[in-house]
């Protein structure tokens, strides 16, 4: 089994920057891709970032060139730095885990989840 755990949730004023975490335990030489997912209210759950355990990443549309997603091996968290917050960003965060070498097309296919951690840009 695999426990993810997200930290680093708050408010933020519109232009800031917040970094999310998530740390990775249990059997963690079974993971290959990690991957940020996002849920607004009333919306549906979309894409946020994904990172293979080769490096390779990929981002939704919105989130292009302000946030960037990274995985440090040495103390199995992910990360997800967030710069020009907007209130579109207002989301609950989760972290996704699967042992697929390939990212997943649906979300469905992510084998582990987090609890999430609330993001709110307000001013």
């Known amino acids: 089994q695999v426990q993810l755990v997200e930290s680093g949730g708050g408010t933020v004023q519109p232009g800031g920057s917040l970094r999310l975490s998530c740390v990775v335990s249990g059997s963690i030489f079974s993971i290959n891709v990690m991957g940020w997912y996002r849920q607004a209210p009333g919306k549906q759950r979309e894409l946020v970032a994904a990172?293979?355990?080769?490096?390779?990443?990929s981002y939704g549309d919105p989130v292009k060139d302000r946030f960037t997603i990274s995985r440090h091996g040495a103390d199995n968290t992910l990360y997800l730095q967030m710069d020009s917050l907007t209130s579109e960003d207002t989301a609950v965060y989760y972290c996704?885990?699967?042992?697929?070498?390939?990212?997943?097309?649906?979300?469905?296919?992510?084998?582990?989840w987090g609890q999430g951690t609330q993001v709110t840009v307000s001013s």
């Open positions: 996704a885990a699967t042992k697929s070498p390939a990212v997943p097309v649906w979300e469905g296919d992510y084998d582990y």
């Open positions: 990172i293979t355990s080769g490096g390779t990443t």
